[in-house]
């Protein structure tokens, strides 16, 4: 009884503290983003926000956030600045909200589940100064502050995984036309804020989707899924006009390696760097994910059981051959926005990493320490490890090297919350 009163008693103080930190993370965010939209790209202050505010006004943008840019402007002054800061806030909340969901659909404790979705929010690139100068110049991260499009597209585009996982992973039983029109629109809509998303996600779905119909989802429902894309091609169009018309001077060519080069002095450290925590949880899990893989292509009544973590890194792959050979021509050469999509992959993969990092732990010290005790039976049986000792030294790596990387981004979400510039070092 008393251990009872004792767990209530911290779990309150616990619910308590992350609602403060919390509260004072949006009030900061909310600040950070009114002072945006009062600087142009001068160095204090500087982001892309003020850049898109003006885009908007003259009339011309592709990203629906120029609407309600527009719509914003009827208010006065001081309104017109704070809708804008308070509408990007809400979208970072929404992240972490979403975050907290996606990892408690996997089965990790509360408290955890709420300390690793701030992990996640704040994780940036592993900065080491003698490789590469800027702490985000250069790099490649899925924590970003300083534009309003990828804040905004983050969001929609988590809110889509969460709703693709829930439909692929039981549509070969039941398929929900309700679910599947909510899906085409949150993706058209993900897409009218920015095309990066789809354009590392929809390749990846596709082959989802071939596979999925191998291991038996009837054809007619592959079909109407694979139909969700078509309000998104239509957007696209769209935008494709607003941004590569005969009259911008801009287009896409490729040309391998410029993207990477454009601004990183040594990109193949960088692009290791950036993702460091994600590369460890990969090592350790790529040999038991890929046998359980082929086990799930030969039954095809199990369906696949690393669906996430195979979405997550072949997102990043497309991301990464997109990054690596394209770019932009005209006045957005030098924008360097085929890494947008790359950024959020970077994101994804921290989030499914913590995941992984989680059983991980749990099943080497045989204690479900981590994850909610309805794991134990499942865990017990499938994921301990032979090597415990050598394991729990590697996860103990892994896990200060992701300390290390939330501190870089804390560290940097402090300084630019000061007026720095994202080109701080």
């Not at 760097?273 to 590369?279: C, E, N, R, V």
């Not at 039954?299 to 770019?327: C, N, P, Q, Y």
């Amino acid at each position: 009884m008393k251990n009872d009163n004792t767990k209530r008693i911290a779990g309150t103080i616990f619910i308590i503290i992350s609602s403060l930190v919390f509260t004072f993370y949006c009030f900061e965010l909310v600040l950070l983003h009114y002072n945006q939209t009062l600087y142009p790209v001068t160095g204090k202050y500087e982001s892309d926000l003020f850049a898109h505010i003006e885009m908007a006004l003259d009339g011309w943008g592709y990203s629906v956030l120029a609407v309600f840019f527009r719509l914003f402007s009827y208010l006065n002054d001081f309104g017109f600045h704070f809708a804008i800061a308070a509408l990007l806030c809400i979208f970072e909340a929404g992240t972490l909200a979403l975050t907290y969901i996606l990892l408690k659909r996997y089965r990790l404790g509360t408290k955890t589940a709420v300390v690793f979705a701030a992990f996640t929010g704040f994780a940036m690139p592993f900065y080491i100064r003698a490789i590469q100068p800027y702490r985000y110049i250069g790099y490649q991260s899925g924590s970003i502050w300083h534009n309003s499009t990828y804040i905004a597209m983050k969001f929609f585009a988590l809110l889509c995984i969460l709703l693709f996982l829930a439909i692929s992973e039981n549509y070969k039983e039941k398929l929900s036309v309700g679910a599947v029109i909510a899906f085409a629109l949150l993706l058209a809509a993900t897409t009218s804020v920015k095309t990066n998303f789809i354009l590392v996600f929809a390749p990846v779905a596709l082959v989802f989707l071939i596979i999925d119909a191998i291991l038996g989802v009837p054809f007619k429902r592959i079909l109407v899924c694979a139909l969700t894309v078509i309000p998104s091609i239509l957007v696209i169009l769209f935008q494709e006009v607003v941004l590569f018309g005969e009259s911008t001077g801009n287009g896409i060519i490729i040309d391998p390696l410029y993207s990477v080069y454009l601004r990183a002095e040594k990109p193949y450290f960088t692009m290791i760097l950036s993702a460091a925590f994600p590369i460890m949880i990969l090592l350790y899990n790529f040999i038991p994910v890929l046998k359980d893989t082929i086990a799930d292509l030969k039954d095809k009544k199990r369906g696949l059981t690393h669906r996430f973590f195979i979405l997550s890194w072949a997102m990043w792959f497309v991301g990464f051959l997109e990054l690596i050979l394209l770019r932009e021509t005209g006045q957005r050469e030098l924008d360097d926005n085929f890494s947008w999509g790359y950024d959020f992959c970077i994101f994804v993969l921290f989030v499914v990493s913590v995941i992984y990092f989680a059983r991980n732990v749990s099943s080497l010290t045989n204690k479900i320490i981590l994850c909610d005790m309805s794991d134990k039976a499942d865990m017990s049986k499938k994921e301990k490890s032979p090597a415990s000792g050598i394991g729990i030294a590697y996860e103990v790596i892994a896990f200060a090297v992701l300390l290390y990387q939330v501190y870089c981004g804390v560290y940097f979400f402090v300084r630019l919350s000061q007026g720095l510039t994202f080109f701080m070092q």
